[in-house]
């Protein structure tokens, strides 16, 4: 590409520390939906794909990988055949009629505790990148620093409303001990809501004692703090470990994340509403074992959801099936009256290019309109999840603010003055002066930061840069003004020493195992 | 940005040549939406916007700065005081009642004639851009040349339903003759619907009679063939130009888009629901003297659509007030019973980074989700309009053919057979070879071209091009394969022969103009 220079005066180091203190990093509050939802189905097509998925459980069945969830189904009452597990559909209804509907989700800095369900909504960064594309856009393995970085970022971005957990694998640490030190990077450098590993029931154990020393000890029995994921082996499999960790977190009144893990095509049918149908009856299954572990336990409807190319078998991300099926899963929970989790701004590109672009910004929209209550990878997901792009990372957030935005839908409350300045200025005339514009304009119209709407002449002086070294620089410049939340000395002590004693438990395994 | 190399095999023109004969070349049929419309005001709240737009209608007035018009408006029993017409509510409705809701829009091939109002809905690519950036991603002005390659790539790429007209200026022929060329590039190098110049009521005439030779005599005069824009000077201002050009559209009975021009905040007051009061208002006179003009005349309410930074002034493109104003706007013109048009996939990158796609992609699904039936601009449009981009035009397409997927809703035909496929495979399994899946994986899931979604490996393998290199290959390629629709010799020298009579008789101006 190129275009005729009219200047090379580029934005210097210097330029950019003046703009430093201009930077507002106040969380948002958690998002309260106004604008209507996306709703394809008819109560009946809700009901159909209720009864396919009931049918599923009750005849096709699913398969528990692990010994104690099939004695834990023995007792309660379900009919188990080896691994499989046959449900009831009155006894899958009973069961999650005991997951509560809403609840807060309490942060380390109580400011930042959100609600949680119904139409709120919370954005969380992508995690469980191997590679990531750090502040010069170079494709590596990250660190635990590297990791850090993410976390800062995660605390200074207003739409990001959690700090996650594994955002980035850190590979410079043992893999055995890595959950100890991806938690307490969580818990130091932000105090919003984070994440808990589920890499095994003993790891998520640990978690659950850290967020002891974090909250106080039994805080966290009566108040949610941190999310755990499971993963679901489409089709209708859940494993031993995935069903360890859910126990760790469900004991100790901790969210899981029920997700069906969706191909759509090579673990799925291949077409949308047997695709959900099939989704559902794994999410149920899993929703009802949380409360089969603890009754009244928070649990949330999870999936990842992608499609796959029949030329290709690669996972697919922005395509219009992925926004239907988030469209009718957003039904299905609300049918059930359990809170739900997708997955935000994915996609497959190799770069920040276009199409990573397209890909995300479909993706946010569907899952807007479709009314997530926990949206997961809603910053830096690229390159199908194998990297964490730090320079996507800053943009999707400000495109999490901007459909922030959008969904809290129109304000009224000054309808009646502004029609006044219609009649004020006239045909022919301007606003730009008027009283209620210079009272307004702050508020009235999103003027995205990263996107550089000057014209070609301007954007040249300031050195032709896309939006990708934008980004950075302003990462860049947020790093540099990040601020630690500082942790109680007391605390950051007891979790230094918790990680001290539990590393020398923990053998290191292969030193540095490179592998995930 | 950089990841290790693998292997650096590129894709060359040998292997291009292999795909030519894989495109898909062939119109989708206007878009029939299924999908459920985002419609964020209640009846109280669109009755309200009503309200307010008839108050300004009859007590601020509009300027209709034509003597003409002014006095049509006085023969209708307006009230007319200078420039200034002042429009009763019950006036306004009257007229408007006639306009058709939905009407069929006649190509040249007429396969290619697509049903308009309602649920339907059709794809026109950009227009008006005095740059592109070409096969070569060079920004320049553009020739005659170009803007046929435009109109070729239209032709083949099924989402659009369109050619347009002037994607491109085409600077290296005369502004003044200009037009001429333009509309026989549209007519010639494509047999699908297009649009007419109206940048004069003169020219606008050349354009009733170039339809009349294309279409024989008289056919137009019951048939809408081609599409005329004409822009309002919001705030509540026509110009002569576009009044006269309006009357030379509507008299011979082909479609006038009635388009305020809102840059928010700027032209209207800074608010969401101010501004859509002040737009409709602006639309609905506009609408009701193309009724004054012919009595059932087909006419389109419209609008160009941003909002302005209040930093620099700038136009912004994918905010969260545009989708918001989209919905509303669609609610208007439904409580009218009008077809409405806007405008898609607008954005103000420089380049086709990612800022570009995701101003397009949230713009995209805006339109699809406020269910307008003229979606213009569909493709190509970059720097705030200032240029159209090559690699664009051809991932925005594929991105409105995704969006097209997505607003025809769910597919429910093969929902009892793809069940028990489930049963079939059971837990564990997986669908890649179930006859279901056979049958069903290539219209199952949206394939999307110009996303990559292989491995990094793979990625590289093939050479490291990001986007845009992609879509200019394939824009090379798709021109590679181009068939001309042939004109009927005869109807091809009657235009010719026109188009040589008015140039005789049209001044060049000074020569060539670059200016526009």
């Not at 398969?63 to 899958?92: C, N, P, S, T």
């Not at 469980?128 to 995660?154: I, V």
């Not at 640990?206 to 000890?217: K, P, S, T």
């Not at 860049?476 to 950051?492: F, I, N």
């Amino acid at each position: 590409m190129s275009v005729e220079a009219v200047g090379t005066v580029r934005r210097g180091r210097g330029a950019r520390k003046a703009n430093r203190v201009a930077f507002d990093t106040t969380m948002l509050p958690a998002l309260h939906r106004k604008l209507p939802l996306t709703e394809p189905m008819t109560p009946e097509q809700v009901e159909k794909i209720d009864a396919a998925s009931m049918h599923i459980l009750e005849n096709v069945g699913v398969q528990f990988r692990d010994e104690i969830a099939l004695a834990d189904w023995k007792k309660a009452g379900a009919k188990v055949e080896g691994e499989m597990v046959y449900l009831d559909r009155h006894h899958v209804r009973e069961l999650i009629a005991t997951i509560p509907e809403t609840f807060t989700y309490h942060a380390r800095d109580p400011g930042k505790s959100l609600p949680f369900g119904r139409d709120h909504g919370m954005f969380i960064p992508m995690t469980g990148a191997p590679y990531l594309r750090d502040l010069e856009d170079e494709r590596r393995n990250p660190t635990l620093d590297d990791l850090a970085m993410f976390h800062k970022l995660a605390h200074m971005l207003p739409a990001m409303h959690s700090s996650a957990h594994h955002i980035v694998e850190p590979y410079d640490h043992p893999i055995s001990q890595r959950h100890l030190r991806i938690t307490y990077s969580s818990m130091k450098h932000s105090d919003k809501t984070f994440m808990g590993m589920t890499t095994s029931p003993k790891n998520a154990e640990d978690v659950m004692d850290m967020c002891d020393i974090l909250f106080g000890a039994d805080f966290i029995d009566t108040h949610p703090v941190v999310t755990g994921n499971c993963n679901g082996n489409s089709p209708l499999v859940w494993d031993e470990t995935m069903l360890g960790a859910m126990r760790a977190f469900c004991r100790r009144n901790q969210p899981v994340l029920c997700s069906p893990f969706v191909l759509g095509g090579a673990n799925t049918p291949a077409s949308v509403a047997p695709t959900v149908a099939q989704l559902n009856a794994e999410a149920l299954s899993a929703l009802a074992y949380t409360q089969v572990i603890r009754k009244g336990a928070p649990a949330i409807y999870g999936h990842y959801l992608s499609t796959v190319s029949m030329k290709s078998g690669a996972p697919m991300a922005g395509t219009p099936e992925i926004s239907l099926m988030n469209f009718m899963i957003g039904q299905m929970a609300r049918y059930y009256g359990v809170p739900w989790r997708t997955s935000n701004t994915l996609g497959g590109a190799k770069t920040f290019d276009a199409q990573a672009g397209y890909e995300s910004a479909m993706t946010l929209n569907a899952v807007l309109m479709a009314g997530a209550n926990y949206m997961w990878h809603s910053a830096g997901w690229n390159e199908a999840g194998m990297h964490c792009s730090t320079a996507k990372f800053i943009v999707d957030a400000e495109m999490c603010a901007m459909g922030y935005r959008m969904a809290e839908g129109v304000r009224w409350d000054d309808f009646d003055e502004a029609l006044a300045a219609v009649a004020d200025i006239g045909p022919g005339g301007h606003y730009l002066g008027h009283p209620h514009t210079l009272e307004n304009f702050q508020r009235a119209f999103f003027m995205p930061e990263m996107f550089d709407n000057n014209s070609i002449e301007q954007w040249m002086a300031e050195g032709s840069v896309e939006i990708t070294g934008r980004a950075l620089n302003r990462a860049k410049d947020l790093l540099a003004a990040y601020e630690e939340p500082k942790l109680d000395e007391g605390v950051d002590e007891a979790l230094r020493d918790y990680i001290a004693r539990r590393e020398r438990e923990i053998p290191a395994a292969d030193a540095l195992n490179q592998e995930y």
